[in-house]
């Protein structure tokens, strides 16, 4: 047998490989999971079935991603075309098998990354604590199995993160606790003793809520009101403490109106079919104005009037009831955002301009909202309100006049311009007179509609309304 110290002939004698270690197979496992957004998409799906912070933290990631993807694979990589680096270079036990064809510059696994994480993040804080390192992760793998450089990396990252950032522009974040409220005082009712409740049975949930209510406070009174029948104050009969509402926002500001006029405090419990002020005071659970009502916590909040009928949050003119309803009937079947871009396309296609005075002023209009505060985004769709307290009315109207308006109010509200624009405007006054030269036209406020008429005058009440709800913080 002969012996010598020279490498064997590779052709003949291998050279050995070394064997592939856990975190190897763990970056190889999820890079490739995260191919064509794979990854993101189930953790989407499990978000969009987790509740409505989560889903609505999906939808800004998909959208935040699908962009992102758009901007590194379509538009830059064919830009710049740089070569992907050697696989030789890259031990085998990293490799993935073919590396891909395309551009290395920038990483599109990091940028689809990166926009999730963060879009979704903009939207649900708490999923921070796992999408962050989860994207970071997949950002690294791609350097890890050899299929691209450190700077396309963290360039796709940077593109990622830009572009959730600019979609929080163009789409601005809701928030997710109580608007803020002037100071109040209201009496603490333990178990509900001095409380009378109306329940209006017609409205969404309010007739099942019933056993609930008398389970959060067993010493509350309970009782039915047909507002097509009976009169308020009969049924309410001796005056309580306090007034409490299930139901719609229709049949909440109703019940608000009494209350106000009777100096008396308001509880208004998430039981109608729309819950809009409800879930503006942070009441998303019966449970929370329970415990409000219980320890006397409470704030003043704004009432608003269409020639002296109350509503609590939204009242229109035009094309924007049809709108709303539009919206409201698509919502469940494709989410609120295309549901409201659907409504507002068939609304405008079908509808004409409406000459009408604003404030003293004569103009060709599409649609008009008069918002009980000042609402948020500007523009066709107005969602939220940061304050419930601020003493104006916002009133915005997209303008007949101008060339191509409504297309550009649809193009404007998407982006997020409608302050820049031309074919908006927007007035924050305590009261407002608006009279049509088109015909008697009904006004709409809170899912109620009046009779039509030639002259409606909208203004806030000088005298605030108390609600129980637990302040930001509590």
Do not use: C
């Not at 990293?94 to 599109?108: A, D, H, L």
């Not at 963060?118 to 890890?144: C, I, N, Q």
């Not at 389970?215 to 409490?244: C, F, H, K």
């Not at 074919?423 to 006004?443: M, Q």
């Amino acid at each position: 047998m002969r012996t010598t110290d020279e490498a064997p002939d590779p052709s003949v004698v291998p050279a050995p490989v070394p064997l592939p270690r856990p975190v190897d197979r763990a970056m190889r496992i999820l890079t490739t999971s995260a191919n064509h957004g794979v990854l993101w998409f189930g953790l989407a799906a499990a978000g969009w079935l987790a509740g409505k912070r989560p889903r609505r933290a999906a939808l800004r990631g998909v959208a935040s991603l699908a962009l992102s993807s758009t901007v590194a694979n379509s538009v830059i990589k064919p830009l710049v075309g740089r070569r992907r680096p050697d696989a030789e270079r890259t031990a085998v036990a990293r490799r993935i098998g073919r590396v891909p064809w395309t551009s290395s510059f920038p990483s599109g696994h990091a940028a689809s990354a990166a926009a999730f994480a963060t879009g979704a993040t903009l939207e649900y804080p708490a999923a921070a604590a796992v999408l962050a390192p989860l994207a970071g992760a997949v950002a690294y793998s791609r350097v890890h199995v050899g299929v691209h450089y450190p700077s396309d990396v963290v360039t796709g990252a940077a593109i990622g993160t830009a572009v959730a950032f600019a979609g929080r522009r163009l789409w601005p974040v809701k928030p997710w606790g109580p608007a803020d409220t002037a100071p109040a005082t209201a009496p603490a009712l333990p178990r509900g003793r001095g409380l009378t409740i109306v329940v209006n049975d017609a409205s969404g949930t309010a007739k099942p809520g019933r056993e609930q209510l008398s389970e959060l406070l067993p010493e509350a009174r309970i009782v039915a009101w047909d507002p097509t029948s009976q009169d308020l104050g009969d049924v309410l009969g001796e005056r309580p403490q306090a007034v409490g509402v299930a139901g719609g926002d229709g049949t909440a500001a109703a019940v608000a109106a009494w209350a106000h006029d009777h100096g008396l405090p308001l509880a208004v419990f998430p039981f109608g079919t729309l819950n809009h002020f409800a879930v503006a005071l942070g009441l998303v659970e019966p449970a929370l104005v329970a415990q409000a009502v219980e320890n006397g916590r409470a704030g003043a909040v704004d009432l608003a009037t269409v020639d002296g009928r109350p509503f609590l949050n939204t009242a229109s003119i035009g094309g924007y009831p049809e709108m709303v309803q539009r919206r409201d009937r698509m919502t469940a079947r494709m989410g609120k955002w295309p549901a409201t871009g659907y409504a507002l396309f068939r609304t405008l296609l079908r509808h004409r301009p409406l000459q009408l005075q604003i404030d003293g002023r004569t103009l060709p209009v599409w649609i008009v909202f008069v918002g009980n505060g000042r609402y948020r985004p500007r523009g066709l769709a107005p969602a939220w309100r940061d304050d419930l307290a601020s003493g104006v009315l916002d009133v915005q109207y997209l303008r007949a006049d101008r060339p191509l308006s409504r297309t550009r109010g649809i193009l404007y509200s998407v982006l997020g311009l409608v302050e820049r624009s031309t074919v908006f405007e927007a007035l924050d006054l305590p009261r407002v007179r608006i009279r049509s030269l088109s015909g008697p036209l009904p006004p709409a406020f809170d899912g109620e509609v009046g009779d039509p008429v030639d002259e409606v005058e909208f203004a806030v009440d000088p005298r605030r309304l108390t609600v129980y709800h637990l302040p930001a913080g509590s």
